[in-house]
């Protein structure tokens, strides 16, 4: 057995590093090939689940080389220590930078879009503890730490952009749903809101990706159907982007689409998304910032079966008034792909079901669906309370809450 995991690439280029786990057991070890000769270069770091590139170290003999975070599992697999290596280096060098002995957290950790920042991060199921290493000059310090509330961190100009459940940062209360708020590296105790004219929504707000000239915000409303907003920024006189908020645009998909952000570089000039018809059809948009134009760039079609003879609809199971988060709540939304123009006789149908940790269930179509597609039956998804369909109190509406 052999299994590759997190491929990514040194900050200069040089450098890919990944994960292997020679066992099926999801025990990784953590190597680095040159990428100029292909040859694995520095010594293998066994027991590791997670890692972040951050820039060469100027205090060692190894100087020209890129440095790595990594965490280190405990017996039970649990991602809960941060060590800090140079590649090319001995481990028995390595700095040790955080411990959780908290056995109901998990340490995970990524380097920011821009390349600037190193967040390592300690996860419960109602809280996250955040710490921002600066990876430029001599030192990676801690510049921010915070446990309290749910909240991911990345880095734009200067600013943290945090996406939270808390109101006002340290010390602030919690609200029902995620909120976008931000915090200059000077100040990160002082949270202020990131201002959206023109936009007033209720939709819950599901995940954030900061570009250098934008904001691209995943929001659901509360029929489940997933919403993008790109949120433009103003340009400098000389070329930068400050933090001032010129226009938010929706892009306007059909809401039944799921959508799926593309990564590209942070100084991007275009975004890229992936949409999934449920029925086995990928289309792939473009949105140009400058321009403020969305494109169609290609489209997939499924091999078995002619997917124009079926259709994706959104109904609802009613809850009880009792159970019902407000009292415009249409119930739990249930995706359904079946025949074109079918009537409401009884129909076989597959149902698929999963409300948990706050996921929300996306439809993926299977190429053995058509078989049972074509024999008339339809195929379901449930989006149940635990999931994050409709914000954090659907997720919430289950388990020890109620």
């Not at 299994?3 to 900050?11: E, R």
């Not at 010594?43 to 440095?67: K, L």
């Not at 079926?310 to 119930?331: C, N, V």
Request: charged share 30%; glycine share 8%; net charge negative.
């Amino acid at each position: 057995f052999v299994g590759v995991d997190l491929m990514k690439m040194s900050l200069d280029g040089k450098y890919l590093g990944y994960q292997r786990d020679l066992t099926g057991g999801e025990d990784y070890s953590l190597l680095f090939r040159d990428v100029e000769t292909g040859e694995n270069f520095g010594q293998e770091i066994p027991s590791v689940r997670g890692y972040a590139w951050s820039s060469p170290s100027s205090a060692s003999s190894f100087g020209s080389n890129p440095t790595v975070f990594y965490a280190k599992t405990d017996d039970s697999g649990r991602p809960y220590k941060v060590f800090h290596h140079i590649v090319g280096d001995s481990t028995k060098n390595d700095t040790e930078i955080f411990v959780e002995n908290d056995p109901s957290r998990y340490v995970s950790l990524y380097t920011t879009r821009d390349s600037k920042f190193v967040i390592i991060t300690s996860n419960s199921k109602t809280s996250s503890e955040v710490r921002a290493f600066s990876v430029e000059g001599e030192r990676n310090e801690v510049v921010w730490e915070q446990r309290e509330g749910e909240f991911y961190v990345e880095h734009r100009n200067g600013y943290f952009y945090i996406v939270t459940n808390l109101e006002d940062g340290v010390g602030g209360g919690s609200v029902n749903d995620y909120c976008v708020k931000r915090a200059a590296v000077s100040c990160p105790s002082k949270w202020e809101d990131v201002p959206l004219p023109n936009k007033e929504t209720v939709d819950p707000l599901q995940d954030m990706a900061v570009f250098e000239k934008c904001l691209v915000l995943f929001r659901r409303d509360f029929s489940g159907a997933k919403k993008v907003d790109i949120v433009h920024f103003n340009e400098g006189k000389e070329g930068d982007w400050g933090h001032e908020v010129e226009e938010v645009v929706e892009l306007d998909f059909d809401p039944l689409l799921e959508k799926e952000l593309l990564h590209r570089d942070y100084d991007t000039n275009e975004i890229d998304l992936l949409l999934d018809s449920g029925l086995g059809e990928e289309q792939l948009h473009r949105y140009f910032l400058k321009e403020k134009r969305l494109e169609l760039i290609y489209r997939t079609k499924s091999t078995n079966f002619s997917s124009k003879d079926y259709e994706t609809i959104r109904t609802f199971a009613p809850l009880k008034d009792e159970d019902s988060i407000t009292k415009s709540d249409s119930g739990i939304p249930i995706t359904l792909i079946r025949r074109q123009g079918a009537s409401d006789k009884p129909t076989p149908l597959l149902l698929h079901v999963y409300g948990a940790y706050g996921e929300s269930l996306t439809p993926r179509f299977e190429e053995g669906y058509s078989s049972l597609l074509s024999r008339g039956w339809a195929l379901g998804f449930a989006h149940v309370r635990g999931g994050g369909e409709k914000g954090k109190q659907w997720h919430e509406e289950v388990g020890w809450v109620r």
